[in-house]
């Protein structure tokens, strides 16, 4: 079984478009993260909820927005797409609640190309 | 998060070992180091980490500095599967959930 999913794995789709990324995770895990992965391979932290609370925003534009609607769950709904939206969207889940030794799964990935 | 310096890329060859250098000079002392590793087209995955003594699993052993500022990540016997980009992370006690990924270092297997 899949621990980390994500739906779909690849989105194309045209500027101004208003498009969802899903993400499930079976580990029981509490925290659940969304990562980008830019075309020049830097990943970086967009968001992060604990229990269905937001508990990190990383500066992301208001377009992007996380919705939890329980803790195995969390979706990113990004609205007006723009070609710099393009990049491959990672989910990601922890239980430790010590952030220092936790471990993050990641999921498979979402290749969003905005055209 | 302290920063970690790493080499861009490394190669070797399979079935030897191979050890991936980590600098974190600004370490603070209740840093953990943590690994993780990107094969290609994948989703980051975890790889081990430690705080000061060396620490050995499944995928890898991590031998840390006795003044902490670098360490080393050692895969005994490299295989094809390994060639991958691997992320040295900081990660303070009290801080935050979030990864802080640096560049990496791309690792190259060859047959």
């Known amino acids: 079984d899949t621990a980390v999913s994500q739906t779909p794995k690849y989105l194309v789709t045209q500027m101004g478009n208003d498009k969802s990324i899903k993400c499930e995770q079976n580990?029981?895990?509490?925290?659940m993260y969304w990562y980008k992965q830019d075309s020049k391979k830097f990943l970086k932290i967009m968001f992060s909820?604990?229990?269905?609370?937001?508990?990190i925003n990383e500066t992301v534009p208001n377009r992007f927005s996380p919705k939890s609607p329980d803790k195995a769950h969390l979706n990113l709904h990004i609205n007006s797409l723009e070609l710099g939206d393009s990049a491959v969207y990672f989910c990601?889940?922890?239980?430790?609640?010590?952030?220092?030794?936790?471990?993050?799964?990641f999921g498979p990935g979402t290749r969003l190309t905005v055209l | 998060d302290a920063k970690t310096t790493q080499p861009n890329s490394m190669e070797s060859n399979e079935e030897e070992p191979v050890h991936l250098p980590c600098n974190h000079s600004t370490i603070s002392g209740t840093d953990y180091i943590h690994w993780y590793r990107q094969l290609p087209s994948q989703g980051p995955e975890y790889v081990i980490h430690g705080l000061t003594s060396n620490v050995n699993n499944r995928m890898a052993s991590l031998a840390i500095a006795e003044d902490r500022k670098s360490s080393t990540l050692i895969l005994h016997r490299a295989t094809l599967r390994d060639a991958a980009v691997y992320y040295c992370?900081?990660?303070?006690?009290?801080?935050?959930?979030?990864?802080?990924f640096g560049k990496g270092t791309k690792l190259t297997v060859n047959p």
């Open positions: 909820y604990n229990n269905k609370e937001l508990i």
């Open positions: 990601a889940s922890s239980q430790d609640p010590i952030p220092s030794t936790d471990t993050q799964y």
């Open positions: 580990l029981g895990h509490d925290t």
């Open positions: 992370i900081l990660r303070a006690q009290g801080g935050s959930e979030k990864l802080v």
